[in-house]
């Protein structure tokens, strides 16, 4: 979700006083694919995606095996054209006939399953409660005590408190300049749209002219907005979305688990949720714009235009809502899992993670049956411009947290286009013994609910992009293991000498441009290397060969 800034406008009625701001990229849905090219041209630090392509293709190498890849994340657009022919189905299920049919206790469970589903009802949650709030909700600083003990916790209820009353803070600091303007700009809308005898547009504003002043300063106070992709209903959407935040996922007196009926302290019960999906995209993109990354490979290799070849294919997406906003629970991360694993994912991308967790050993038993099953899991580093090797996040330091090292599983950070001093992400976390490695997390396209696209940043969106090597591999040579293709990716990586600007961290006051930390990339992560998907390939006929 996009910031925006609105301390620059000064607003006088009826003088409207601006000053100058950026303006915001727009997007061209063939103009981001930047990562796809040959690592090094340009000063590019992208992964040789095409070149592997091309590989394949020289060597009539075609796929021998279809690889599941569970999306584990927010709700899903699955009627995006440019998705819906590329997703996982389970077989056994008749679509819509409220029947069990293969007795795996998720009534029409065809597409995946939306653990915010709703029981009863076509509709699910958009809005969760973070795990502060669960926190403080459920105990006081004694009993958290006890619980600290009996699980191990690396943090302490002062870190817990600490982080609620700051995330309130920020949230209230957001909301006031909106709330300051809204009854301004709604003024202004309702003035326009009775002048207008059609719909207000960016077009319409820029033709429209008057001597009256103040109707003049209305239109230029409404062009600015949309000249910056910030049109009425997406400033009163973001701001609805900023204040149910508030009002929702940091409530301490509301639980909305009672909605999906749902036994929360139950491990055991996981037959809960709906088959419902796409009632809450327009607040939830995440999970279409991270499949999106996923789709839009899968459709570099084939006609766009096929849809027979394209449903062929043997990459499938299987969707598994989650999480919305807020945080996702411990026990809802177990039984997505559990629904993934039981019906054949080969690969789970999880670019989801949060701050606590007080069920951390749940979270191992997750990954450790992954592990058991042989099912590789990528997850993204997070995007706090921390080094997690000091700093906790879940169920990224569910390995160092127990000193587990699982053989199947794959942190990616998020490196930038350009080689040199900037190539990390600003906003990538990192660690030396906590990531594995980086993948481009900067300007990746991809989808959008409602047949959108668009351009995207950050390490959930560097995550699928290393799913996807995964996926080019093991459905090219099946006979590798999970654990296998996490080497390949590992070791066939890129290595870049130097020293790499840290990303700034404004809690922990690292790295700020008055004092720029610099480190060696190759120090940033396990491996010390970008993945690259040409390199892996061939590491991987080789091992295969042998």
Not at 7 to 28: E, G, R, W
Not at 73 to 79: H, I, M, Q
Not at 119 to 124: E, I, V
Not at 348 to 371: D, H, R
């Amino acid at each position: 979700m996009k910031k925006f800034k609105l301390n620059f406008i000064v607003l006088l009625f009826p003088l409207l006083i601006f000053s100058q701001t950026p303006k915001f990229n727009k997007f061209k849905a063939d103009s981001s694919n930047w990562w796809k090219a040959e690592h090094f041209i340009d000063s590019l630090a992208s992964i040789s995606w095409n070149k592997g392509l091309a590989y394949l293709f020289q060597k009539n190498n075609r796929p021998k095996k279809q690889i599941n890849i569970a999306v584990l994340d927010t709700d899903f657009d699955l009627n995006h054209k440019m998705l819906k022919n590329i997703l996982w189905t389970n077989n056994n299920e008749i679509v819509g006939n409220f029947i069990d049919d293969d007795k795996n206790g998720y009534i029409d469970d065809y597409w995946g399953w939306n653990f915010l589903g709703i029981k009863n009802k076509d509709s699910s949650l958009a809005y969760v409660l973070v795990e502060e709030s669960r926190i403080l909700k459920r105990m006081d600083s004694v009993s958290f005590r006890s619980l600290r003990l009996k699980n191990k916790l690396p943090f302490g209820y002062e870190d817990v408190l600490s982080s609620y009353n700051s995330t309130v803070a920020s949230l209230k600091d957001e909301i006031k300049p909106y709330k300051e303007i809204e009854a301004n700009y709604t003024y202004i809308m309702d003035t326009l749209t009775k002048l207008f005898s059609d719909k207000v547009t960016l077009q319409n504003l820029s033709r429209y002219t008057t001597n009256n002043d103040t109707i003049m300063g209305y239109v230029n106070f409404a062009k600015y907005y949309y000249e910056n992709d910030f049109p009425y209903d997406e400033f009163i959407r973001y701001l609805k979305l900023k204040e149910l935040s508030l009002d929702i996922c940091m409530n301490l007196n509301y639980n909305n688990r009672s909605l999906i009926l749902d036994e929360s302290e139950d491990f055991k019960d996981r037959y809960y949720g709906n088959h419902i999906f796409g009632k809450n995209i327009s607040v939830l993109e995440h999970g279409t714009a991270v499949s999106g990354i996923l789709a839009s490979s899968v459709l570099d290799s084939m006609d766009m235009k096929n849809d027979k070849s394209v449903q062929n294919y043997p990459i499938k997406i299987m969707p598994i809502t989650f999480t919305g906003i807020g945080d996702f629970t411990d026990k809802d991360f177990y039984v997505s899992f559990q629904y993934a694993i039981k019906n054949g994912a080969n690969i789970i991308n999880l670019s989801q993670g949060k701050t606590f967790s007080i069920e951390p050993k749940i979270l191992k038993k997750a990954l450790s049956l992954a592990e058991r099953k042989n099912v590789l899991v990528v997850m993204s580093a997070g995007n706090q411009s921390r080094d997690l090797d000091q700093n906790w996040r879940f169920p990224q330091s569910v390995s160092r947290l127990f000193d587990k090292e699982f053989s199947n599983i794959l942190i990616v950070g998020a490196s930038s286009k350009k080689i040199g001093k900037n190539l990390l992400d600003e906003n990538t976390n990192y660690g030396l013994h906590s990531v594995d490695i980086f993948a481009p997390g900067v300007d990746i396209s991809t989808y959008l609910p409602f047949n959108e696209f668009t351009t995207k940043s950050g390490t959930s969106f560097a995550a699928p992009i290393v799913t996807n090597v995964a996926a080019l591999i093991w459905s090219h040579y099946p006979e590798l293991k999970a654990s296998q293709v996490k080497n390949i990716i590992l070791n066939s990586g890129v290595a870049y000498d130097g020293l790499v600007n840290i990303p700034y961290d404004e809690e922990k006051k690292l790295g700020s441009e008055k004092d720029i930390v610099q480190k060696p990339f190759q120090n940033l992560s396990k491996s010390g290397k970008i993945i690259n998907a040409y390199n892996a390939l061939i590491l991987a006929e080789s091992i295969n060969s042998n």
